[in-house]
């Protein structure tokens, strides 16, 4: 069981690049979920997909696309990259009826 | 929406002592509130929870209290360890629509002083 799993570890790109964040579970998990984490202000949901077929704006969605491909896979898409989206990434899943949420190791993003 | 403020961002105590982290939310709807700790360069992990129906929960050395009618909860740790050093998120949850989102708050890093 590699639980949740995110590629890549580590990526840098220039302003304006365009990237795919790829997030799977193989916990036959229901919902996933993609936070942003920068310095001093916690985790903060990006996108979320209750169940497969779905997705939903979180908090600060703003710049940002996502894909929830089928039900053990949930990509986020930077269609033109900012400096303000220099940030580490985690994906998260959850099954039904839970609240508790599983995280992957993270993708630490870094546009100049 | 739900806001979570979390008090203090930075907590030093000698090995040996309590920590306490305390936060508060506004959403009455909130009814899950769980304590995730993170080491550095590593992901979050859930380490205990309550929910809205329960006061108090214990695990070892860990504990969380809430008080639904002031909306805050607290994470008390006793005897801490240097390897309780880490950075602890406290978060509020509603399963209203289904969604189970989770609002966290900015957290509060602790050091345990050998």
């Excluded at chain 1, 580590?10 to 795919?20: A, C, D, E, Y």
Aim: with cysteine; charged share 20%; glycine share 8%.
């Amino acid at each position: 069981n590699a639980g949740v799993t995110q590629t890549p570890k580590f990526q840098v790109l220039k302003t304006g690049q365009s990237m795919t964040l790829q997030c799977a579970q193989d916990m036959n998990h229901n919902s996933m979920y993609w936070y942003r984490q920068d310095p001093g202000m916690g985790l903060r949901l990006i996108y979320y997909s209750a169940s497969e077929g779905t997705t939903d704006k979180g908090e600060v969605p703003n710049g940002y696309n996502v894909s929830r491909l089928n039900k053990r896979e949930f990509s986020l898409r930077l269609e033109s990259a900012a400096p303000s989206q220099t940030s580490v990434y985690f994906c998260a899943s959850r099954r039904l009826s839970s609240y508790e949420q599983y995280f992957g190791p993270g993708t630490r993003l870094t546009v100049t | 929406g739900e806001n979570v403020e979390q008090h203090p961002s930075t907590l030093s105590v000698q090995e040996g002592d309590s920590a306490v982290i305390k936060c508060t939310y506004s959403d009455s709807a909130s009814n899950y509130f769980p304590w995730y700790k993170q080491e550095l360069g590593k992901r979050p992990q859930l380490i205990i929870d309550i929910r809205s129906n329960v006061g108090e929960k214990k695990d070892q050395r860990i504990a969380v209290t809430l008080n639904k009618t002031a909306k805050h909860f607290s994470l008390h740790i006793t005897e801490t360890q240097p390897e309780d050093s880490a950075v602890y998120f406290c978060a509020a949850g509603d399963s209203g629509a289904g969604s189970y989102q989770l609002t966290f708050g900015k957290g509060t890093k602790l050091s345990v002083i050998p």
